[in-house]
């Protein structure tokens, strides 16, 4: 079934979450130069499902990977190009980090600069995982084999969300009557029995006492007495928190919002670098420092602790981490979460190991999700189960997927709009119904013949064709549009100059001479 | 599977590999003539009626003219009560198993500072040049292994004992005075030829045990004496390890999940720290046995170079012979030492693999 | 369904290929371009062109049969005449200097090339063939023999290279002299080394070989009706030489180390190698007398001479297998 459009409709003045521009990746290989991407464009906007499908070898992981940028260095790397996460460009600094000198295909020097790495490896630690998450085609290998699933998942919630595990616990530890009596009353004021549960679920969230969550449901079910259920609520949070350090936990939430204040400067310090706005270089440069001051005077203790004894001074943060991991566990409907936490990932089958690494990337309530052909590994029964969850939280939680498969199938089941790669380039981008009823560039075409279709019945004389060719070797492509050689309408103009990706309806865009000017050429 | 039953299993195979190297000094015993192995039990000093009484002795100990598994069998009980029979030699005259006895201690206090000297600068070292693969250091570091692993050990001892042995003094014998005729074990331990201390308890081992007894001054004197033997030895295991460290910090960089951990949002730090180090580290366990495989060996060429009474000398020393020119092979000696360095290579192994088992959840599998 | 086949047809219309030459082709061309394994590669090939030398053209360079008896000297001891030190005066024999028993230390050298790596060569082929052999035909059928060719390969693992080396060395010295069965001295300590040697290739066969079992071809082989000896032949052991070549090349270093310690803790003497053989391990055990009075030049050099080689083989050997890893090729 191919999913409705109605949801995209909207999303015409909506900023996109993921933009890229041109993107350029090459690998340096010992046989020549990979031009693995060439110019690739596309956007994801929130809360949609964006498909990029092609032929394997297509560039569709590099995309991936390269949006993340964890192309691997050597001998990988991004040339050029603008990757907007959240509309921060994470690869404006390409040329500080790296000079790449090119002497001959197969003789490349690159020289690398470190200090500007560091910074901006630093910079994308807080963004990946946090903003953007992103899932592997073999869950078996992209899980570290010698830490449970647990400590794997809890890693990505010590990372990116400490800070809102500090306020839920300082709320319980500083819980007001006042505040009880209004989620009561809110509590009455919903009639929905869905409504209820969720309104329960959110206050038991934000305090961090989700060990109450059915007391309170059955209390709140069996008593009308408000004084009453109030004055049970507070006592049962209030025994709970006996030993609990509170003054540790406020300089802990000092220091990581502090990290976290030094962070926001040193992407406006970013910013600013950018624009070459020398004033304001000038202030951010001036407030960091002045941040990191702080962090050298205030926290010194803290960090020594930190470093020799992170576990034990974390504890409490950690016992909140992993109340959060069995929580994310049961979303991705793992059965028996208390067992799988504890577990290595070799003992899980794959389609568990494939859930536990969604459960991973959920952790820190990223607004993105890359799926880099996530079900290609499993069996059928288990895709369908892994495609459901995903499209499921897609439905929920309103996260953006940007889904990459070869399978057009696939596709056609989970994606709101589609990309269509080949050898590097975006080759047509459409909604999925379009793309489905009226492919348009020549890959395309045969790339939807190629297989067998349902809902084509009528045209029941129409063989199953093949696209003629193989895909061509990205370290000597063809000139021009790089589909030529294969293309049955290949024209003179194609093997010269390379066609623009163009609209030519609403939101149909092409790449292809058959349907734009000679001039729109890139 | 439980880590209990692997433990179980892991003993379960190691009874045939023991009974094949019993097997195997069993033959190297039983390939030479009869009377060769006789003439070699026998004191060649005593008088000709104590020969005569040894020489029966042998034939009845040795289960000399019965079917050869009754032999096999007299050997097995012979070995598990303690008799391998005895070694005459310039070095060391007596029963093999207290030969071993005696000098084990020397070989084991180098072995202990050689192999805490190369771990605790390899692993370090490993990690950063592992961690900056094809930098300068790496560079440095790869060289610096490779040229210390293709080094003649005898060589590298011998250039050491010009470089620093006269200067320093550190040249002069350390161990045990051999006096040709065996010795009270008493005086088992050290006796300094410029001091004349003597040690022996309670580890047998010089260095440990002058610092046991707050005898710094001799401690001093001892730590001198182990600095070559030990850097020596060191350098050939430092390399191997640095190698293996290096080559499986480079192959865990490259696995799929660091590129999850960054994708996490792991700093680089911690990405090193905690998931590629520990994984890479893992592996090097399990060439501990080979390690101490080549340190067992470079021990008898140190010993050898630098004049230590250890276990190394005592198989040589087997194998020289009374005369030195290779007229008397002492073959008890030889089977000797053959069968205990195989026995402590296959308690290390044993060791190493639970070790691994417990570290890696996978190996349990 | 002429759909997946017409892909492959139109694929292979292209230009014909040989996978195996253009591999070759590919493997010199990364080891040439790989500067230090380059490097392994020349001066492993200085050193056996200097063995070889040796053996073809005796007069060439100077060396051979007359300095081996020239280092002989008169009644096969020490003729007392202290070491002269390197020196660039009255000839490229006298470049390293003399050692003691007075034997210029250069030509001494060149000839034991041919032995250190003439037998080396020989232990490791030896070694390699009865282990792919071994390993090949016991991984491939399994069961019993298997497992005792495990146990045995595990007996040999269990023992100190050296001391075993040793220890063979003697007993067989003894065995051969008591059954008067005339053999010389480095053809004992090969055989020795062969025999501890075999069942480290074995184990690499092996363990090759089991993967290579599972795999799509043989199953097809199987299938197709082809005998377990002729699968071994023609599918198992040509899959397993490169990973053995590249383990060769790394050996061939480690053997030339074992054969010099071998002769260096005085073994040569008991088996009845003569003092003044051209041996790099021999030569360096009769510099340790002066090395106290202080001729260093009779150790240093000939172990420099020696190092040079193995770390040549070394880096050799390295680039070979990062060449031939599939992973590095991409």
Redesign the interface.
Known sequence: MIVEESKTEKKKNLKPYVEVKDLVTQFFTSRGIVKALDKVSFSVYPGEIYGLVGESGCGKSVTSTSVMDLIPDPPGRIISGEIYIDGFNIIADLNKMARIKIKSETDVRIRRYKKAIKRHNNVLSKIRGDKIAMIFQEPFLALNPTMTIGDQIMEVIMLHNISSISNSILRRENISSGEVRNFITEFYSINDETQKRKEVNNFAASYAIQEFEESILSLLATSDDKQYIENEILNMVRENRTGMNIQNIREIKGYFDLQNDIFQNTLRLLQAERNGDSSAIKQFNSELSKLKRIEASSFFLLRLKLKFAYKYVMKEYRKEARRRTLELLTLVNIAGPEVVIDSYPHELSGGMQQRAMIAMSLASNPRMLIADEPTTALDVTTQAQILEIIKDLNKLIGMAVLFITHDLAVIAETCNRVGVMYAGNIVEESSTIEIFNDPKHPYTVGLMSSVPRADKKREKEIKLETIPGTVPNLITPPSGCRFHPRCKFAMDICSLKKPKLVEISERHKVACFLYSDESEVE | MELKYYIIRRLLVLIPTIIGLLLLTFILLRAIPVNDLIANYVNQKATPAEKALEKQQAITLLGLGQPLPVQFFTYLTDVANGNLGNMYSAYYNGGVLRGIELFLPVTLEIAIFTVIFSVLISIPLGTFIGSRPNSVSDSVGRVFSLIFYAMPIFWLALMLQYAFGKNLLFLGSYGLPINGQGFPIQQVGFVHNHTGYSYSVPTHMLFIDAVLNLDFPLAVVAFEHLILPVLTLSMTVLAGLLRFIRAGMVDTSNQEYIKTARAKGVPEKLVLKRHIRKNALLPSVTVIGLLVAGLLGGAVVVEDIFQITGLGRLSLAAITGTSGNGANIQFFGVAGTVLFFGLILMLTNLIVDIVYAFLDPRIRY | ????V??FK??TIQKKRHPKVEDAKETIK?VV?NKVAFTGLVITAVYLFLAFMDQVYPAYLGFGPNIITSLLQVGGQPNGKFPTPPTTVGGWHLWFGTGLGHFDIFPAMLASLRIDIGYSLLIVLSGAIIGIVVGSFSGYYGGVWDELVM??T??F????????A??FT??L???FT?DNIPISGFNLIALALIIIWWPTYARLTRSITLSLKSSRFIEAAIASGSSRVRNVITHIIPGVLSPVFVQISLDL?SIV?VF??VE????G????INYYTPEL?NI??NG?GG??LGY?WP??IP?IF??IF??GI??FG?GLRDVLDP?M??
């Open positions: 369904m002429q759909t997946t017409s892909i139109r694929g990364l371009k146990r045995i595990d007996i693992y269990s023992i100190p290279f050296i001391v075993m040793i220890a003697t007993i010295s003894f065995t008591q270093g180390l010099s310690t260096f803790l005085g073994l003497q008991i088996i009845g391990g360096i055990v340790q090395m106290l260093w150790i240093f172990g020696l190092l193995t770390v070394n880096i390295d992973k090729r991409r």
